[in-house]
């Protein structure tokens, strides 16, 4: 009755994990309540440290996250506040490939009612004019990495390559159009410039990059000046060229097999060198410059006021302004030390007579 006893009050005190601490004998039903709560107070105690533990490192780790936290966050307002403010539009400083190619620098707002197809080659973007036959604009990105490879003796060669017509472009004129016309086919972006690659040298002869262009003046000045920016991208390492035709408001001279291609009153020809913030334009009429291509220099101003086109729009309003008032030739050095060879016979023989 006495063990009966006992065990019913281990149950009762809630001490069932600690039977193992119940002495019983066999002839005397004894048991040390004592031992049972020793017991019971061991097993809660080890239950206690075990938990004061494992909450230790929760809060250990808690706050190991939390510092984290906080220095990533001063880091981040650290990058933020050391931040440089965004820099002017200056396009593209890589020295090779098309990167620069599709630069907003070399995008131009045509004038309304001026009519256009924007054509992008992989060197140079023609903005053209399906109803004259002739590019609105031409502009394209040379850098010296360019032109070293242009000057190579691998280079490609200009005799290797014939004008065409570009077959996905509506309006684009034959080669032979020009044959019984007394004008050059005139490159406006020239084949010199292009010469680092088959593709781009290729594209540069397509009818969409041509204008009709006074042969003394081809070969002579406007040649020379070419020459020029050609040695302005190794010097300056990297500009950008808008070339195109300057049309009278009325009475413009037609030519070409079909009478259809319209004849420029003028052409011009503008440079900027981003990384030096200079710029520079020339003006020349359709016929043999008299005087040296160094007197033609004007500002991208009056080319726009000619035009109607806005060149550079992508700039910053000031520095736009800035670029576009300019005209101080004795910045762009240039020392003729060669004569520029590209392989073929500009002195042609060929019989010109003026159809007009």
């Keep these: 009755m006495k063990r009966l006893l006992t065990i019913l009050l281990i149950f009762a005190l809630g001490l069932q994990p600690a039977l193992e601490g119940i ?27 075990k938990n004061k533990k494992k909450s230790n ?25 050391n931040t440089p403010a965004p820099t002017p539009l200056i396009g593209n400083t890589s020295q090779q490939g ?25 060197a140079i973007t023609v903005y053209f004019n399906k109803q004259l036959h002739i590019p609105n604009c031409v502009a394209y990105e040379l850098t ?4 070293a490879q242009a000057d190579a003796p691998d280079s490609q060669k200009r005799n290797n390559y014939t004008f065409n017509a570009d077959p996905k472009v509506s ?22 410039d292009m010469r680092w690659s088959a593709k781009s040298m290729e594209q540069c002869f397509y009818m969409t990059n041509i204008c009709p262009q006074d042969h003394d003046l081809n070969n002579g000045e406007w040649r020379k000046m070419e020459e020029a920016i050609h040695s302005w991208a190794r010097t300056y390492k990297q500009i950008y060229v ?3 035709p300057v049309l009278p408001k009325n009475n413009i001279e037609m030519t070409g097999k079909h009478n259809d291609i319209a004849v420029p009153q003028q052409f011009y020809k503008i440079v900027y060198a981003p990384q030096q913030g200079m710029a520079i334009a020339f003006l020349f009429d359709n016929e043999n410059a008299t005087n040296s291509w160094r007197n033609h220099s ?18 910053p309003d000031s520095t736009e302004d800035a670029v576009e008032a300019q005209n101080q030739f004795k910045k762009w050095p240039y020392h003729r030390d060669r004569e520029f060879n590209d392989g073929y016979n500009y002195n042609n023989t060929r019989n010109r007579k003026r159809t007009h």
């Design 298 to 315: 004007t500002t991208i101003d009056e080319v726009e006021r000619l035009t109607g086109i806005d060149f550079f729009a992508a700039l």
């Design 144 to 147: 010296a990495t360019e032109i």
């Design 98 to 122: 098309t990167a620069g190619r599709n630069s907003d620098l070399v995008k131009v707002n045509i004038p309304r009612g001026m009519v256009n197809q924007t054509v992008r080659y992989k």
């Design 57 to 81: 490192k929760k809060n250990k780790q808690a706050k190991k996250d939390k510092g984290k936290q906080g220095k990533k966050g001063n880091n981040a307002a650290a990058s933020k506040s």
């Design 23 to 49: 002495a019983i004998d066999t002839d005397v039903a004894q048991f040390s309540l004592s031992t049972a709560f020793t017991a019971q107070a061991k097993s809660k105690k080890k239950k206690s440290k």
């Design 171 to 192: 309006s684009c004129p034959e080669w032979w159009e020009y044959k019984d016309s007394y004008y050059d086919r005139s490159h406006m972006a020239p084949a010199m």
């Design 242 to 244: 808008m070339t195109g």
